[in-house]
Structures are given as C-alpha cells and as structure tokens.
RNA sequence: GACCCCAUCGUCUAGUCAGGUCCAGGACAUCAGGUUUUCAUCCUGAGAACAGGGGUUCGAAUCCCCUUGGGGUCGCCA
C-alpha cells in the first residue's frame, strides 16, 4: 500500500450489459467519495465467468456511466476516461497474477485442492435442506491422504481450490455505515478460491484486485455483506490490508422487491408460463435451447433485444430498471443522478435537488442511511418535471431534438427544423419528460384524412352541448379562419379573441376547445394557437371541415 | 432452515452516534380550494409516522433487551 491516505474507490461490474440503478447508485457513491476527497475513481471489469460469454455488449453500462455524468480515472478506455497505472482492469486478463497468490496460499497450507464434483455438491446441499440443515462443505478433500491426492492429480481429476477457513476465530468485518458485524467462528464453509477452469472465484479476484490496486473504500451494495468476512479472512492470509467497508442498503421496487437486473427476465418468464407458450414467439429471434434453458433458470437473462421483442409480442410493458430505460423514458441524466444521490443519503442542508458538482462537494459516508430504499418513480418524475421548467428554451429545444433523434425520429421526418423547434418550445411547459410531447402528440404525425374523433365525454362536452354548441361555433368559424392569410400565433390569437366576443361571450374556451378536438382529435393538446402554426393553416381547416362532416356520429341525434 | 442486516407519515427522508429545544421537520404522492383556452403547471390549505412490549433515566424517536415485520446471503454467479 503506496499511501494509504489517498482515497481509492472502484466500481467493479461484471459485463452483463446495461447498467442497471442500483449498480448506477453504487459507481455514483463511489465517484461521489473519490471526487470528495480528491481521490482516483476506477472500473473493473469482473469477467471471470467464461461461461457468460463477454461479448461488446456486455459493456453497454459504461455509455450508462458517461450518460449520467460518472467518469472514471482508471479502467477500461472510453472516451477520454479510463487508463492506469494498476491495470489490466479486466479480470480475464489477470489470471496470471492471481496464480502468483493462488501459490501462496497452497505453499502456506491455507488453502487445498478439493476434488468433489458440481454434481456430488449439489447433491448433498439438497439433503442437508431436506433435513432443514445448513449445509456446510464437509471438508472431505482436506482429509485425502497425499498419496490419493496426487494419484488425482496425474489422473488429471479436475478439481478446485477452497480456502481453509481457521474454525476457531470470530469474524470482525468494519463497516463504515453499519458499525461492527461478528461472525461466530465455524459459520463459514472452506468457499472455493479458483474453479475448475483455473479462473478465481469472484471472491479472490476481487481480494487481489482491491489490494493490488490499492483501493481504500470499497462501497458497495448490501448483497455483498455476507461476503465481506470472506474477504477479510483472505486478506489476512494474504497479507494485505483491509480497505474500508461500506455497504449501502438495496434499492427495492415499489412493492418491497429487491429491484433486480432480472426483473424484466422474471415478469416475461412468468407471463410465458402462465400462457403456457412453449416455443419462442417468431419474430424474437429467441433460439429454441436458449429459450429452454431460460425458461428453466432463473439466472439466465435474455440479451436485452430480444427481451423487448418478447415484451412487444407479449404486450407487456417492461419495469424500468436499467440507466438505459430510464433515457429512453425521456428522463434528464442529471435529474436521475440528482434522484438516485437521494436514495440512501442526504446532504447536511436538507436540500433535495442539487447537482452533480454539489454532490461531489458534499458527499460523504457519514450521512448513508442504513435502511432500505423503495424506488419512487412519481418522485423522481416531479424532479424531471422541475428541471425541465427552469431549463433555458434553447436548451431545451437542442436536448429534446436529440433525444427525439435517438428514440422518436419519426418526429424530426415529418417536421421540417422551425416546425420541430415550435413543436418543442409549444411543449416545455407542460412536459415531465422528454416522452410526453411525443404521446400525446400522434395527432400532429397522422394524415388530415385519417383523423378520428373518439366519443368520449370531454368531446361530446366541448362538441355536443349547449346552445350554441361547439358544432355551432366551429361552423361560424371556419370561413373567418379560412379568411386568415397570416397564420401565426399572434394573428390566430387576436382572431380568436374576436371569435370569442362575438360567438361565446367573450370565453375564449368555448371557441378554443371545439377547435384543438377538431384539429387534435381529442380534449389534450399544446395551447391552441401552437398548435394550429405547427399542424398548418391548410391541415387545420380540412381537419375542421372533416370534423364538421362527421357531426353526426360524434353527436348521433338524441 | 441457518447466519447476517434493517425498522420515523403511503414513499424518500431530517432528527438517533454526543437523550430534553420534536404533542416529530421537509420533499414526493393524496385530498380540498384557487389561477389557467385543454392537459400539464402554478398558488393556498388539510390529513398523514416514531412497528409492539419491556427496561435504563427526572426525561427516550433517540440507549439496552425481547417480540413482530421486512430484506440479504447461504453457487466451481458476481
């Protein structure tokens, strides 16, 4: 250890695609310390699983990263971040470093190679459950004379490597945010170190990686507690140091569930069983064995595309679970970080919306609360809905424009660039997402001659009621409104302010309503003279005369 | 089942470590009014919590114990 006074977090993923919020939760705490106390933030890559292939896909989440604004001084290079001194920072290409420590432990006794197979494992866990035992490695292997142990070896028996866990000592791990947890001597099994493929086991690897790269905190999600005596018992048989623990409490979805990367796997592979369909839809490009296996395990996760294909055929809408869902849901990536910050810690000032600078200058662990988090996403949208209002308009407009590029182009096809801008600014007073003009803004995409009118309430309110109805206003409009050659906001606005006089007593909305359901096709739209400049004076008067032919069936008689 | 962690309004939380200033504060949500050309905003107001039981103490949301509830882990996954 270099200088142990420097901070050294790292935010150490396995490649499993995106990034999901209580991972983003992790790296932003992780970012927010190192940057707190100026120190390193670095990224690991845990791919020690040769069995889930790591494929680029696999690193999607470091785009999640750079999206929410989280960048990193060492590990793998993307953009300007990444480098280092202490790499590599993929365990896959380390394996020779830890065979240097695996040799150490062998040498000293403190660890042995164990010959039981997977299956005979299995096995014997199942009856110890049986019998509503804990189930604890028997220690079969560590009793073989030398002379059977070698014959394994030249018979080249596969085998693993577990730790021998000293039975008669008490566990101390220090967690900064949990205080002191004891472990009773004999609760720990000898857990395997090195599988059979030669790879460490996660708990190794990261032993070795933490040390070596001299990582000073290691804040991390609560799943890992019960790991941790496991590390430090590692440690010490290493002889490294002990990093700082702190482990922040889970993220759970609004109905008390751990908010799991598998969510999305687990509603699909439910509704698949309960609809008994047993062959992959067509059209998912789902592979007969992989749908199988998927179906039979529920640690198996489906790529993500396939996964909203499945959710598309299946009509069913996915959680929002992964940094990437949140973005394409139309939230701001400050507005996220801004929310996950508060899912577990508070600044000192009880202020709620801040930023990423104000975090980094306020973070710290002493202020993490212990208990656990239920994701609000109303929260989190009333956040996004401020930070929309007092966003500047250009800015606005650029930031919508490239969201809606990404996600929604079939907007930037049909309007021309001053139309897509009108568009934009019409809507950011009234959106909580980027998502919500496009929702509600169909009509604006749909041909003049399909347009159609539900009869629903508001609309036979607006259209049908009263003397004169809305059907009578609309009728003495139109040649006025046809009449108009400079269609723009100001003109339409006094017009209407006309119309209102002279057909409604002055209330504008029984002019204003009649018109944005005739045009809109419903009660819903971005303020009236907008919306008639973007939808056009030509679109505007043929879908009023439209609406005015089919009066009857909108209104039928009675 | 074993072990470990957690427990303040519906939700996120402040307050807990250094007991009194807390008949518990804020935010989101809800409800009621108001503004508004629709929706969304915006403004005003209201209701809403220390899980239960024992201690310790002059005094407990705060300290201790038990119960209950929730969660995590128990993989040659990470």
């Not at 009118?453 to 409009?477: H, Q, T, Y």
């Not at 006025?480 to 050659?485: A, K, S």
């Not at 100001?490 to 209102?500: I, N, P, R, V």
Request: aromatic letters at 10%; one cysteine or more; glycine letters at 6%.
């Amino acid at each position: 250890m270099a200088d142990s006074s420097i901070v050294r977090t790292r935010f150490a993923p396995s490649p499993t695609g995106h990034l999901h919020v209580g991972g983003a939760r992790s790296a932003l705490f992780c970012w927010a310390y190192a940057r707190r106390h100026g120190g390193r933030f670095l990224l690991r890559i845990e791919d020690t699983d040769q069995k889930r292939s790591s494929d680029a896909a696999g690193l999607a989440f470091l785009e999640d990263l750079a999206w929410l604004g989280i960048d990193w001084d060492e590990g793998p290079e993307h953009d300007s971040c990444g480098g280092g001194e202490a790499g590599p920072y993929f365990q896959s290409q380390r394996l020779d470093i830890y065979s240097e420590h695996f040799e150490r432990l062998i040498e000293s006794g403190a660890a042995y190679r164990a010959f039981e197979t997977p299956e005979e494992l299995n096995e014997a866990r199942k009856i110890a459950r049986a019998n509503k035992q804990a189930y604890r490695y028997d220690r079969a292997s560590l009793n073989l004379p030398d002379q059977t142990i070698q014959q394994y070896l030249d018979e080249g028996r596969p085998h693993v490597l577990r730790f021998k866990v000293p039975d008669d000592q008490e566990i101390v791990v220090q967690d900064v945010v949990l205080g002191e947890i004891r472990l009773a001597p004999g609760e720990l099994e000898d857990f395997v170190i090195r599988k059979a493929d030669g790879f460490p086991t996660y708990h190794f690897a990261v032993v070795v990686d933490d040390a070596l790269m001299e990582v000073s905190h290691v804040i991390r999600g609560q799943e890992h507690l019960a790991n941790t005596s496991k590390h430090v018992l590692l440690q010490t048989a290493l002889g490294f140091e002990h990093p700082a623990y702190a482990h922040v409490s889970l993220i759970f979805n609004p109905d008390g569930s751990k908010m799991s990367k598998r969510d999305k796997d687990k509603l699909l592979r439910a509704s698949v069983k309960e609809r008994g369909i047993d062959s992959p839809p067509s059209g998912t490009g789902i592979e007969e064995d992989a749908w199988a296996s998927w179906l039979k395990d529920k640690s198996i996760q489906l790529p993500s595309e396939q996964l909203v294909l499945l959710a598309e055929t299946l009509e069913i809408e996915l959680p929002e679970i992964d940094v990437a869902d949140f973005e394409k849901a139309g939230y701001l990536p400050e507005v996220l970080l801004n929310y996950l910050a508060l899912l577990g810690w508070s600044p000192a000032d009880g202020r709620e919306q801040f930023d990423a600078a104000f975090i980094c200058d306020n973070f710290d662990l002493d202020r993490i609360v212990k208990s656990p988090a239920k994701f609000d996403r109303d929260k989190l949208l009333a956040f996004n809905l401020d930070a929309l209002q007092v966003m500047g308009e250009d800015e606005f407009v650029s930031r919508f424009r490239q969201w809606c590029q990404l996600h929604h182009p079939e907007y930037c096809r049909h309007f021309d660039e001053s139309t897509f801008d009108h568009f934009a600014r019409a809507n950011k007073e009234r959106c909580k997402s980027f998502l919500d003009p496009v929702k509600s803004g169909g009509f604006f995409l749909v041909d003049d001659e399909s347009l159609e009118w539900p009869v629903i309430k508001p609309v036979r309110k607006a259209l049908c009621n009263g003397e004169p109805s809305g059907f009578d206003r609309l009728e003495a409009m139109l040649p006025v409104l046809r009449e108009i050659d400079d269609w723009t906001v100001s003109t339409l606005e006094s017009t209407f302010e006309t119309l209102a006089q002279d057909h409604a007593e002055g209330n504008l909305g029984k002019v204003a309503q009649p018109v944005r359901i005739a045009i809109s096709g419903g009660p819903v739209s971005p303020p009236i003279y907008d919306t008639l400049v973007i939808l056009g004076k030509q679109s505007s008067i043929r879908r009023i005369e439209r609406c005015l032919e089919n009066r009857d069936t909108i209104c039928p008689a009675g």
